[in-house]
């Protein structure tokens, strides 16, 4: 049976722990992290990139025509700038059928459209990003799965603007603790070449303050060895 001064002492060194893992935790830290992490492009904020408006499995992939094309008939501007900036390649109308998915099993809505085939270029590849996600709810009986194939620029680091205390998450199992950080960031025109094509530049969802900066939250986690950096999911708070 547990007594209260054992009860206690268990708190009091807890506390203890806790206070000096938050210590090691500091400004200089997270910005190592940070600027570390995003020289990844899988890392930077998904506002930093541009989505083709096609769902399909990871590029090449044959895609439904009618997702590249405005509703007159024409090739949306983000796509055709993709195209122009040598990011990516489509064969128009190579056929009919399903647009190709990833997941095993999936039964497409959409069994019999004009489709077209699209490449990412060895200059795009650079810059490509694929990415997936579960829905919560259910698609034909089973959780939906959302693709995207993004073009991402790379974004310039302009530092941490504050932390949240570290802290377990109260409600899952996993034992580290997290914090949430918020920073501040942009495109980096320089060592992103297409930004200069305002089709492209505009399908960022960057909204700067006047400074020129963006605000943005993104999760840091430690690990077993008590070492911190970026958590699973890190742009969704897990609390």
Same mark, same amino acid.
Request: charged share 20%; proline share 5%; hydrophobic share 35%.
């Given at each position: 049976?547990?007594?209260?001064?054992?009860?206690?002492?268990?708190?009091?060194?807890?506390?203890?722990?806790?206070?000096?893992?938050?210590?090691?935790?500091?400004?200089?830290?997270?910005?190592?992290?940070?600027?570390?992490?995003?020289?990844?492009?899988?890392?930077?904020?998904?506002?930093?990139?541009?989505?083709?408006?096609?769902?399909?499995?990871?590029?090449?992939?044959?895609?439904?025509?009618?997702?590249?094309?405005?509703?007159?008939? =024409?090739?949306?501007?983000?796509?055709?700038?993709?195209?122009?900036?040598?990011?990516?390649?489509?064969?128009?109308?190579?056929?009919?059928?399903?647009?190709?998915?990833?997941?095993?099993?999936?039964?497409?809505?959409?069994? *019999?459209?004009?489709?077209?085939?699209?490449?990412?270029?060895?200059?795009?590849?650079?810059?490509?990003?694929?990415?997936?996600?579960?829905?919560?709810?259910?698609?034909?009986?089973?959780?939906?799965?959302?693709?995207?194939?993004?073009?991402?620029?790379?974004?310039?680091?302009?530092?941490?603007?504050?932390?949240?205390?570290?802290?377990?998450?109260?409600?899952?199992?996993?034992?580290?603790?997290? =914090?949430?950080?918020?920073?501040?960031?942009?495109?980096?025109?320089?060592?992103?070449?297409?930004?200069? *094509?305002?089709?492209?530049?505009?399908?960022?969802?960057?909204?700067?303050?006047?400074?020129?900066?963006?605000?943005?939250?993104?999760?840091?986690?430690?690990?077993?060895?008590?070492?911190?950096?970026?958590?699973?999911?890190?742009?969704?708070?897990?609390?």
């Amino acid at each position: 049976m547990i007594t209260v001064s054992t009860l206690i002492t268990a708190l009091s060194l807890g506390i203890t722990g806790s206070a000096l893992l938050q210590d090691e935790l500091n400004e200089n830290q997270i910005n190592t992290i940070l600027s570390t992490a995003f020289t990844d492009r899988k890392n930077v904020p998904v506002r930093a990139c541009v989505t083709l408006p096609a769902a399909a499995a990871e590029l090449p992939a044959d895609v439904e025509t009618a997702s590249l094309l405005t509703m007159e008939g =024409t090739v949306k501007k983000d796509v055709a700038a993709l195209i122009k900036n040598g990011l990516i390649t489509v064969q128009f109308n190579t056929g009919k059928g399903a647009p190709t998915v990833k997941k095993p099993g999936y039964v497409a809505i959409e069994k *019999d459209v004009s489709l077209s085939h699209v490449e990412v270029t060895p200059f795009g590849k650079s810059f490509y990003r694929y990415d997936e996600s579960k829905s919560s709810g259910a698609l034909n009986g089973k959780k939906g799965l959302y693709t995207a194939n993004r073009f991402c620029a790379h974004i310039v680091y302009g530092g941490m603007e504050k932390f949240m205390k570290p802290t377990k998450n109260p409600f899952d199992n996993n034992p580290h603790l997290v =914090t949430w950080v918020d920073f501040l960031w942009k495109p980096d025109e320089s060592k992103t070449t297409w930004l200069v *094509d305002k089709d492209l530049s505009s399908s960022l969802g960057f909204y700067p303050e006047k400074d020129g900066w963006a605000h943005r939250g993104i999760l840091l986690e430690q690990n077993d060895d008590g070492r911190w950096g970026l958590g699973n999911d890190p742009y969704t708070i897990r609390w």
